[in-house]
């Protein structure tokens, strides 16, 4: 599939000419490089309480069951984009609330859910007639395709979740650590769980756009776990998972570019290559010493 329509010819002559510079003055590559650094860096922020408190899962069923929100919005003609971010939001509030409210275990309750979100997805995909671009590129990702207003809605989610999570910063790592320690101090624990996962689904909203549906859950996940195998300091940790989610996004943005690759899958697979490496390094490191 060609995600860079008009830009096609100038890509293919980058390519075969290595041309970075060429490259890096096109704007819709401009403006991807912006975008792939602020959503690196809200996806390694948030990587690293997700994988601290085992929410991997949660992500990942927020990032499919969006296909109903991509799907509702190419068939009511409305921007997906402007369909996915109240539709993840609900979404992720109504899932918390199952799991609060039943006996079953977590995992159990997030299969039932995807597994039921996206048969609707998928129904409602095969409804629509005609021209798909629009939906396979949320579910691929095209990060070409992000505009200014996709600029400013990752800035938002980015600034907000800073000014959340480090000024309760102490509060989310007792959280992170032991919940039941953390309400026996007083902090208001269901607040701040309801609060992370809004944080987290409008999170996966806007990074949808960049590497789709399919590969949403690994932008959150791999950046974090790469930091982990460097550091089990928290604020370390969580300094390493921001920087390596920033430089891996911008690497795979490059790599998408000059090979004219799907954004989506470069940066996850940049993302996971540099984890291979990092594991391979401190494993020999280790054995070394």
Not at 180 to 193: C, E, H, K, M, S
Not at 194 to 202: E, G, N, P, Q, T
Not at 235 to 250: A, T, Y
Request: hydrophobic share 60%; aromatic share 8%.
């Amino acid at each position: 599939m060609n995600l860079f329509n008009d830009c096609q010819i100038n890509w293919l002559a980058i390519a075969s000419s290595n041309d970075l510079l060429e490259l890096l003055q096109l704007a819709s590559i401009q403006r991807a490089i912006v975008g792939a650094a602020l959503m690196g860096i809200l996806g390694g922020m948030l990587g690293s309480f997700v994988t601290l408190r085992q929410l991997s899962f949660f992500s990942h069923a927020v990032g499919h069951a969006a296909l109903v929100g991509v799907a509702l919005g190419v068939l009511l003609q409305i921007n997906p984009t402007l369909m996915l971010l109240p539709f993840t939001l609900v979404f992720g509030v109504i899932v918390l609330y199952f799991i609060d409210k039943t006996d079953l275990a977590s995992d159990s309750v997030l299969s039932i859910v995807l597994s039921g979100a996206l048969a609707i997805g998928l129904i409602l995909t095969s409804l629509i007639k005609g021209y798909r671009g629009n939906l396979m590129a949320v579910l691929f990702g095209d990060i070409l395709a992000i505009d200014t207003t996709d600029l400013i809605l990752t800035l938002l989610v980015l600034v907000g979740g800073s000014i959340f999570l480090l000024s309760t910063l102490r509060q989310q790592i007792l959280l992170t650590l032991n919940p039941d320690v953390a309400q026996v101090q007083g902090v208001p624990v269901q607040f701040y769980r309801y609060a992370f996962v809004v944080l987290l689904s409008l999170a996966v909203a806007v990074a949808i756009k960049a590497v789709g549906v399919l590969l949403v859950n690994a932008f959150l996940v791999i950046p974090a776990s790469t930091a982990k195998l460097m550091s089990h300091h928290f604020s370390r940790f969580l300094v390493m998972s921001v920087i390596v989610g920033s430089i891996s996004s911008i690497a795979g943005i490059m790599v998408s570019g000059l090979f004219n690759l799907a954004s989506g899958p470069s940066i996850v697979l940049v993302q996971f290559l540099l984890f291979v490496a990092v594991f391979v390094w401190f494993k020999f490191s280790l054995k070394a010493a």
